[in-house]
Nanobody, 125 residues
Framework: QVQLVESGGGLVQAGGSLRLSCVAS????????MGWFRQAPGKEREFVSG????????YYADSVKGRFTISGDATKNTVYLQLNSLKPEDTAVYYC??????????????????WGQGTQVTVSS
């Protein structure tokens, strides 16, 4: 089991920036991909971005491409999500997740087996 702890959420005005962090502990050697998801009130959890340690390979949902940047340090079991040019529709609880999936650019939440508790991001207009 992998334990994940997110930090860095907060309240920001539209156009602003935030940086989310996620630290993994436990059976981290089995993790191949770290991902970020988000869930807004009344909506389903959606994929935001992922990073595969081997490569590394990074990928994004179309809604955040060009605005968000995922990065990480596998030796520190830490992944970051830089959120720039934030919009009110980016308001959500952001979750860090981990998987040992070998699927190319895995983005299905059902394939991620470990989840953090989430961090709230609120963007005011």
């Amino acid at each position: 089991q992998v334990q994940l702890v997110e930090s860095g959420g907060g309240l920001v005005q539209a156009g602003g920036s935030l940086r989310l962090s996620c630290v993994a502990s436990g059976r981290t050697w089995s993790t191949r991909v770290m991902g970020w998801f988000r869930q807004a009130p009344g909506k389903e959890r959606e994929f935001v971005s992922g990073i595969r340690w081997s490569g590394p390979d990074t990928y994004y949902a179309d809604s955040v491409k060009g605005r968000f940047t995922i990065s990480g340090d596998a030796t520190k079991n830490t992944v970051y999500l830089q959120l720039n040019s934030l919009k009110p529709e980016d308001t959500a609880v952001y979750y860090c997740a981990a998987t040992d999936s070998r699927r190319f650019r895995v983005s299905d939440a059902a394939e991620f087996t470990s989840w953090g508790q989430g961090t709230q991001v609120t963007v005011s207009s």
